[in-house]
């Protein structure tokens, strides 16, 4: 099963940090098992969904995602 690989800096501004790989079903759902907000793991899966392998979302607290889904 592939899974997406995500830093952040969510919770430690200006200093990107490893928090995860979750798995990724076949209906692009991650898996909900990092300490993050449910508004990233949403923007991910609709990235994912939409057809990016890759890519950085911003939540409005300014907190940066960066993802690459690993299949």
């Not at 076949?26 to 898996?31: F, I, L, Q």
């Not at 990092?34 to 508004?39: D, K, Q, R």
């Not at 991910?44 to 690993?70: M, N, P, Q, T, V």
């Amino acid at each position: 099963m592939p899974n997406v690989r995500i830093s952040t800096d969510w919770q430690h501004p200006g200093d990107m940090q490893w928090s995860g790989a979750p798995l990724v079903d076949a209906d692009n759902h991650v898996e909900r098992s990092l300490p993050i907000p449910e508004e990233a793991y949403q923007r991910i899966e609709a990235a994912i969904a939409g057809g990016h392998l890759e890519g950085d979302i911003f939540l409005k607290d300014r907190s940066r995602f960066h993802w690459f889904l690993d299949r």
